[in-house]
């Protein structure tokens, strides 16, 4: 097997005490890509980058040579919100997630595509094409990608079915603007089996007739606590949940998938690393 398999494996690192400290955790567990948050997840309140943040994270990239760094929105953004100041916020707070991914150079920025809060699905539908367009709009130019998230499925989310995100992308004006980000936990939740061979092959068919395998541009690696079609997002530490490891091994040794950012989202980073470097 290609060691390039494994080349781009890597997990969601905390940027406590500085954004450049992510990429040296990141290095030490022996990591070969990061996803981060660029400010904090659960506030509202707008980061503006120094530009000596900016300058030492660029610098430490180098230095450890972890590429590519992938950024994770805000948890509090949602596109689909019928509520027009919230919806409002999350337009803003994405035009500034963009801005930061720009400036430290990280070119996709992971998305969980909304909840609607009862409006109903199209209607949801609707409004997080409406929000892309206009943040499109707002940011022409940008190299950066938003990778569409499949969802668990609670409550009224969007994007707990390959059919909802690609329905989203391809009514996007700049859909080459989009990706799409598959978590094994989600889908798994959501309703997908992912037990067995002919699962794994099953799931990256439909993908490919749906979204376009062309456009799965990070997955998200996690076991899950809960059972399948659960609908309750709660990650494990691979092999130890309802999913258990043969989906992660044929993930990590299929080649047609060795040039996509694998990201460990699960409670015990070092021990996830190195299982899944030896299903190689």
Not at 153 to 158: D, F, I, N, V, W
Not at 218 to 242: C, F, P, Q, T
Request: with cysteine; aromatic share 4%; hydrophobic share 40%.
């Amino acid at each position: 097997m290609d060691g390039h398999t494994i080349s781009l494996l890597g997990a969601h690192m905390s940027i406590a005490g500085g954004l450049e400290k992510a990429l040296l955790r990141g290095a030490s567990l022996g990591c070969a890509t990061i996803q981060i948050f660029t400010k904090s997840a659960i506030r509202w309140e707008e980061r503006i980058l120094e530009n000596s943040e900016i300058t030492l994270f660029r610098e430490t990239r180098k230095q450890t040579g972890i590429a590519p760094v992938i950024s994770h929105a805000s948890y509090l953004i949602n596109l689909a919100s019928p509520d027009r100041e919230i919806y409002l916020k999350s337009l803003n707070a994405m035009v500034h997630e963009i801005r930061r991914c720009e400036q430290l150079g990280v070119d996709l920025l992971v998305l969980h595509p909304g909840h609607h809060r009862g409006a109903g699905d199209e209607w949801g539908i609707a409004r997080v094409v409406e929000a892309l367009n206009a943040i499109h709009a707002e940011t022409t130019g940008a190299p950066v990608k938003i990778a569409l998230e499949t969802t668990a499925g609670q409550g009224t989310c969007l994007g707990s079915s390959l059919e909802q995100i690609a329905r989203i992308m391809e009514r996007v004006k700049e859909n080459t603007r989009l990706a799409f980000c598959l978590d094994t936990c989600h889908i798994f939740v959501a309703g997908c089996n992912l037990r067995t061979k002919e699962n794994y092959h099953d799931l990256f068919s439909r993908i490919d007739d749906t979204i376009g395998k062309e456009n799965l541009m990070v997955i998200h690696l996690n076991d899950s606590k809960r059972e399948m079609g659960s609908r309750v997002d709660r990650h494990e530490n691979i092999g130890a949940g309802m999913i258990g490891e043969g989906v992660f091994r044929l993930i990590m040794r299929d080649p047609s998938l060795a040039g996509i950012p694998k990201i460990i989202e699960t409670p015990s980073d070092l021990e996830n690393v190195r299982l899944l470097k030896s299903f190689v």
